[in-house]
Structures are given as structure tokens and as C-alpha cells.
């Protein structure tokens, strides 16, 4: 009985005082739902069978594209940024308001999705050099979108500042009652929260705690810490490893390995560069978040990923799996074999594909098909591909 079991896990979760506000359920998947919302959460585990044939290791991966609004791990950001807000007064759809967000796209994607089911508007920022695949999809979700130049986060026009400025300015302006609300994932602790609430416990459950190693890359982090302290701090399994996957360019590998924040393309103690250069959209930073600071201390390790060896895995999943992934779910493939390879054979390790590779066709996978793959002659193995011991 799927709805019994799963009452165990999705119930309220305790917390500090502070961090009261952990009361969003998924509904189980059995039988109808009702909205869109309960198309989210309670995703797949799937066993990725040619990485755990290749390493002796079983590779699981939370397949977070079957989330049914926006396609991805925000889903259950998005809906708990709202519904926190709503709690607070700070969104009411009665009200006409407008929900403001500063985005690579797959949060505004979810959001755009859950404003439209709740009766509110949704205003993203997004910076330039994504993919169009997804502001197309914001403009059809009837989002207003703005595409601002890339731009360093301490620049007001961020498309992180410029959505605060934004929705500062809607509520100021005394045009009518409603008001515009920030969501702020990158800070917000209701990020990391839906991930304690949902996406660890689903793991906790789908694995019985079988669960020797935890890989996601992080954009906000929300989603490396959410689960890493649901996982080791409330499911108590205190063996279980947590790693970032990094793509490069990203300073986090550095945070973690050595405690410094720099890139990989500079030198220790040069000014950190203030965008990310990689073709993998959607993780990697050079700024330490709210989100990431949750999680950090039950990181233990990091694993760099270059953007030749996603490429790689992207079309290793397709020819041996039939999965059509986007490019921060090969980084974490490509991390969670690394990983893999570092732990006792027989050992489980958890990873995450984020979103599908249909958000990816016009950057990411033209890269891929660039590469002419299909042309070279068949490595010996994985790890050959990949160019890793
Ligand atoms: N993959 C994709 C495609 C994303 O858009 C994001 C979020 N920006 C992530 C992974 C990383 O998730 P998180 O923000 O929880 O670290």
C-alpha cells in the first residue's frame, strides 16, 4: 500500500524552531492528483545498468525530468518557495501578485508553470547565454522574461539583482494592491528544505538506506544540501559520503577540496573570475550560497568534471541506456562513476538527472554531435572514454 508507506516519509519533518516551516507533503503517486502540483515529487530511482556493469558498483540515479510541471529538481523548490510565501502573506493570489526570479531557467521554468496553476504572474531573469530551449518554453508558459548579458554578481544588473530590483519595484509602485515577491533561490532556505522534505526521503525509502554515496553538482546547492542532511543528519547514516560533482570553471571543487574559492583556470589567490566557463548549464559557481553554506560541512569530497567528458557521457547514456540527458545530469554521471570507482565493489551510489536532454538540443547537445562521436572507433571501456584510471 503505496499511500501507507509513503505517510511514513512525507509526513512533517521536525526541525529547529527556526526552521519550522516543513510542512509540504507530495502526495503519493498512487490514483489521481489533483493539479498539476501533484505531478511533482515521488520520481523514479532508476538503475543507469551500463555504469554499474562498468564499474562492479550500482549506480542509481533520481530521475528529477518526470517531475510533471517543469520538468526538473525545482519543481519542488518552486512549490515550496510558494507556499512558504503564501504562509507569510508574502504571495496571495487574490491579490493579482507577481513572483519575481533570478534563474538559469529550470527554477523560472517551475515557477512560471506553478504561478499559472495558483493564479499568479511570473517575471524571470535569466542571463543570456542559455539555452533558448528554455526561454522559449518561459515565454509559452506566458512568463515575462528578461535576458540580461552576463554580468558579475556584484553588478545590480545580475539577472539575480535585477529580479530583486523588480519586484522592489512592483510593490513600490502604488499602481494597484498587489505586490511582487523575490523568490530568491540562491538564499532562500525553502530550496534546501524541499530537498530535506521530498528528494531525501524518497532516496531514504527507494534505497531502505542501502546508500553508500550521495553525487550531485550544485547551481544553488539546494539540492547537495537538502538531501545531505536529510541523509546523514535526520536518516542518521553516518558512513554515507556526499560529493560534489563540478564542472569546470566552477570555484566549488576548490571550496571543497582545498577550502579556497578559485576556479580551475586561475592561480590560488587571483581574483576569483566571476563566470563559470563551461558549456553545462545549470551547476557550477564561483560564489558560496546560502544554500551551498547548508550542506558544506557534510560535503567530503568534490570530483571535477570537464566538459569533453560530459559530452562523452551524454552520448554513453544514450547508445547504452536510451537516455537522453541534459548536461549537468552527464557531469554527475561522469562524477557518480568516478565515486563509484573510489568505493569497495558492491558498493550503491545515488546520483540525479536533472533535466532532459530535449532543454539542451540547441547548445549542450550540438557540442555532443560536434564532437563526431558516432564516428570514432568504440573505446575498450568507460573509463577509457572518460580518460579516468
Ligand atoms: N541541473 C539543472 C539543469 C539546474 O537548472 C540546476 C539548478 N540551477 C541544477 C542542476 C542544480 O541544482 P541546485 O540548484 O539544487 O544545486
Known amino acids: ?25 507530495l502526495p503519493p503517486s498512487a490514483g489521481v492528483v489533483e493539479g498539476i502540483e ?38 519542488r523548490v518552486a512549490l515550496n518557495m510558494i507556499q512558504v510565501a503564501e504562509e507569510d502573506g508574502l504571495l496571495s493570489p487574490g491579490r493579482g501578485d507577481t513572483i519575481y526570479e533570478g534563474t538559469v531557467g529550470s527554477t523560472g521554468i517551475s515557477l512560471a508553470a506553478l504561478a499559472r496553476a495558483k493564479g499568479y504572474k511570473a517575471h524571470i531573469c535569466m542571463p ?15 512568463a515575462t522574461v528578461e535576458r540580461v548579458p552576463v554580468a558579475p554578481i556584484t553588478s545590480p544588473d545580475h539577472f539575480v539583482n535585477l529580479a530583486r530590483r ?29 530537498h530535506f522534505k521530498t528528494t531525501g526521503p524518497e532516496i531514504f525509502y527507494q534505497t531502505s538506506g542501502h546508500v553508500d554515496a550521495f553525487v550531485a553538482g550544485a547551481g544553488t546547492g539546494g539540492t547537495i544540501a537538502g538531501v545531505a542532511k536529510y541523509l546523514k543528519e535526520e536518516a542518521k547514516l553516518a558512513n554515507l559520503k556526499i560529493v560534489l560533482a563540478d564542472p569546470q570553471g566552477s570555484g566549488l571543487y576548490n571550496k571543497v577540496r582545498h577550502g579556497v574559492m578559485y576556479s580551475s583556470t586561475e592561480k590560488e589567490g587571483t581574483r576569483r573570475r566571476q563566470q563559470v566557463d563551461t558549456i553545462v548549464e545549470g551547476i ?79 547548445k549542450f547537445w550540438k557540442q555532443v554531435a560536434k564532437m563526431g562521436l558516432e564516428d570514432e572507433p568504440k573505446p575498450e571501456s568507460l573509463t577509457e572514454l572518460l580518460g579516468i584510471k
Do not use: Y
Request: charged residues 25%.
Open 128 to 142: 543570456n547565454d542559455q539555452s533558448l530551449e528554455k526561454s522559449d518554453l518561459l515565454h509559452h508558459l506566458g
Open 1 to 25: 500500500d503505496m499511500r501507507r508507506r509513503s505517510s511514513l516519509f512525507w509526513g512533517p519533518v521536525q526541525l529547529e524552531d527556526r526552521e519550522k516551516k516543513l510542512e509540504l507533503q
Open 38 to 75: 501533484g505531478c511533482i515529487g515521488n520520481t523514479p530511482l532508476v538503475e543507469i545498468k551500463s555504469l554499474s556493469d562498468a564499474t562492479g558498483r550500482t549506480i542509481l540515479a533520481k530521475v528529477e525530468f518526470l517531475n510533471g510541471a517543469g520538468n526538473s529538481p525545482k519543481d
Open 284 to 362: 557550477g559557481i564561483n560564489r558560496i550560497t546560502e544554500n551551498f553554506e547548508a550542506g558544506r560541512d557534510l560535503i567530503s569530497d568534490a570530483v571535477k568534471v570537464t566538459d569533453e567528458q560530459a559530452c562523452k557521457m551524454a552520448r554513453w547514456l544514450v547508445e547504452n541506456d536510451g537516455i537522453f540527458a541534459g548536461s549537468s545530469s552527464s557531469v554527475n554521471c561522469v562524477a557518480a562513476v568516478v565515486t563509484a570507482l573510489s568505493l569497495p565493489e558492491g558498493s550503491q551510489i545515488v546520483t540525479v538527472l536533472c533535466d532532459s536532454g530535449t532543454r539542451h538540443l540547441s
Open 166 to 194: 523588480r519586484a522592489q519595484e512592483h510593490t513600490d509602485s502604488n499602481e494597484d494592491s498587489s505586490r511582487g515577491f523575490f523568490a530568491n533561490q540562491f538564499e532562500s532556505h525553502s530550496n534546501w528544505q524541499a
